[in-house]
């Protein structure tokens, strides 16, 4: 079994569910989970996580995300994007905008933002995914959330074309911010084109497609593509459990302060043992006076 996490360009058409299937039959594996959601027109960076990395998963999501989105202004449609109804258009008034105010009103979503989550989205409502309600005819009401926008640039106009370079919080539609910025200017806007450049750590020009993972795989050569759940989780700082510490780092024990070589309080911590091995994620518990196990990865 594969063990670590791969980073794939996913290919528009694929949905995320089908290039985790596809990649079980690649590397004959059941034990494969991704990182985020992609839509099915969207393309680009889909972290995968294979064997024990699938303890990341939940552990990821929080991360940053940067993408390329082409925005239509003058079109208001159903989806948000240009694969549904067409509701309202304004061509004329979108050809004609200034584009320093096109520039102000992108950049003005900067920062964070009440965004209400579209109608066609998996999120549920009693149960039930909106997109469902949502081909059934009916619309219901939905609670804003709040997502960061960290930057947005513009990269392009070619009116009514606009490309945008857009990094957020997780949980964040950029279909929405499309249909957003069109109804600050009055003329509607929705998204044409939508690549995932960045998520976390991982990197486009980094990325492989199944067709690329099939070869490697193949020729024997694809753990040498694989990243390591140390190297992931590599930002955080490391604690050394004493000799006498081991055994209960190894049952997933919490330790105090005094069972450990240094000390580390603010956020997680790779914890290992006194010879080195890794045990998983570990996070100082004020009440308890002890390192917690947050993850294991023993």
């Known amino acids: 079994m594969y063990h670590g ?29 991704h990182t985020g959601t992609l839509d099915p027109a969207a393309q680009g960076v889909l972290p995968v996580c294979l064997g024990t990395a699938t303890k990341l998963c939940d552990m990821l999501t929080d991360r940053s ?19 549904g109804t067409i509701l309202n258009e304004n061509r004329g008034m979108a050809e004609t905008l200034d584009e320093e105010k096109i520039r102000n009103i992108a950049e003005g979503f900067v920062g964070p933002y009440s965004q209400i989550p579209p109608m ?10 909106l997109y469902e309600l949502a081909r059934e005819g009916k ?21 009514p074309l606009v490309r945008i370079s857009v990094t957020c919080s997780k949980g964040t539609y950029i279909r929405t911010l499309c249909h957003d910025i069109g109804q600050k200017l ?22 492989l497609t199944l067709d690329q993972i099939q070869t490697l795989t193949d020729q024997g050569e694809i753990e040498k593509h694989l990243i390591g ?11 050394f459990g004493r000799k006498m510490a081991d055994r209960l780092l190894k049952n997933g024990n919490p330790v105090t302060e005094a069972l450990t070589e240094g000390s580390y309080r603010d956020g997680w911590v790779r914890m290992y043992t006194s010879e080195g091995e890794f045990i998983g994620i570990y996070q100082w518990h ?3 006076e002890t390192y917690r196990p947050v993850k294991m990865f023993l």
Do not use: W
């Open 5 to 33: 996490m791969i980073n794939v360009y996913k290919e528009p058409g694929y949905t995320s569910h089908d290039v985790v299937a596809r990649l079980r039959g690649i590397l004959k594996q059941k034990k494969i989970g």
């Open 65 to 83: 995300k940067t993408y390329q989105t082409v925005m239509l202004l003058g079109a208001v449609t159903d989806t948000q994007d240009t694969t």
């Open 120 to 129: 066609y989205s998996a999120l549920k409502v009693d149960g039930k995914k």
């Open 139 to 159: 619309t219901v009401e939905r609670k804003p959330r709040t997502v960061y926008f960290r930057e947005i640039s513009i990269l392009e106009m070619k009116l």
């Open 186 to 207: 009055g003329c509607g806007g929705c998204m044409e084109e939508l690549l995932r450049t960045r998520s976390g750590q991982f990197a486009l020009a980094d990325s």
């Open 229 to 239: 759940i140390e190297e992931i989780l590599g930002e955080h700082p490391v604690l």
């Open 286 to 288: 004020q009440a308890s």
